[in-house]
Antibody, heavy 118, light 106 residues
Framework: EVQLVQSGAEVKKPGESLRISCKGSGYSFTTYWITWVRQLPGKGLEWMGRIDPSDSYTNYSPSFQGHVTFSVDKSISTAYLQWSSLKASDTAIYYC???????????WGQGALVTVSS | SYELTQPPSVSVSPGQTARITCSGDALPNQFSYWYQQRPGQAPVLVIYKDSERPSGIPERFSGSSSGTTVTLTISGVQAEDEADYYCQSADSNGGVFGTGTKVTVL
């Protein structure tokens, strides 16, 4: 059974750094792209970008380019979403999503709530 | 940036048919996908490649495409279908989601 398991909720202050994770299991981790999706409180889904775990090639949405960084550690089948300096406006639920076809998502993580508040 | 536009809300009585539209200029050239998101849960894929249904998704969910508009149809709506629904497609940067539609079962 394919599973994506994300790290837990985080509470951070503005200006702090953060890395959240998404661990894949039940499939060969390097064969499916990992896409990151943001959901602001009470709002819709936003496509942030994706990473190819086989070679760490990335596509970022223009709205997120330069604000976040995607990475992977193939040895532990884990993808990461990272911020170097959080803002209050980064408060949201972040999902990782994946599947055999890079265009759409059969599998989703459970979501990770990130709260940024002073 | 490329946008996919959905109606904010659709209301339907149990047993009736709900239709949710999604409009975008590039849809004639790209496949569309649909996700259901119940409150507090992660999205679930209900339609892929315009009209294909993943295993485990009830037959009452169907998808269609015509020009710049794609449609998710829920036939014989049940109370458990009350949720937010999002279309999704590809664009030059990778992907884009629709604005989302809240389906209310009266």
């Amino acid at each position: 059974e394919v599973q994506l398991v994300q790290s837990g909720a985080e509470v951070k202050k503005p200006g702090e750094s953060l890395r959240i994770s998404c661990k894949g299991s039940g499939y060969s981790f390097t064969t499916y792209w990992i896409t990151w999706v943001r959901q602001l409180p009470g709002k819709g889904l936003e496509w942030m970008g994706r990473i190819d775990p086989s070679d760490s090639y990335t596509n970022y949405s223009p709205s997120f380019q330069g604000h976040v960084t995607f990475s992977v550690d193939k040895s532990i089948s884990t993808a990461y979403l990272q911020w170097s300096s959080l803002k209050a406006s980064d408060t949201a639920i972040y999902y990782c999503a994946s599947g055999p076809n890079a265009e759409f998502f059969d599998y989703w993580g459970q979501g990770a709530l990130v709260t940024v508040s002073s | 940036s490329y946008e996919l536009t959905q109606p904010p809300s659709v209301s339907v009585s149990p047993g009736q048919t709900a239709r949710i539209t999604c409009s975008g200029d590039a849809l004639p050239n790209q496949f569309s996908y649909w996700y259901q998101q119940r409150p507090g849960q992660a999205p679930v894929l209900v339609i892929y490649k315009d009209s294909e249904r993943p295993s485990g998704i009830p037959e009452r969910f169907s998808g269609s495409s015509s020009g710049t508009t794609v449609t998710l149809t829920i036939s014989g709506v049940q109370a458990e279908d009350e949720a937010d629904y999002y279309c999704q497609s590809a664009d030059s940067n990778g992907g884009v989601f629709g604005t989302g539609t809240k389906v209310t079962v009266l």
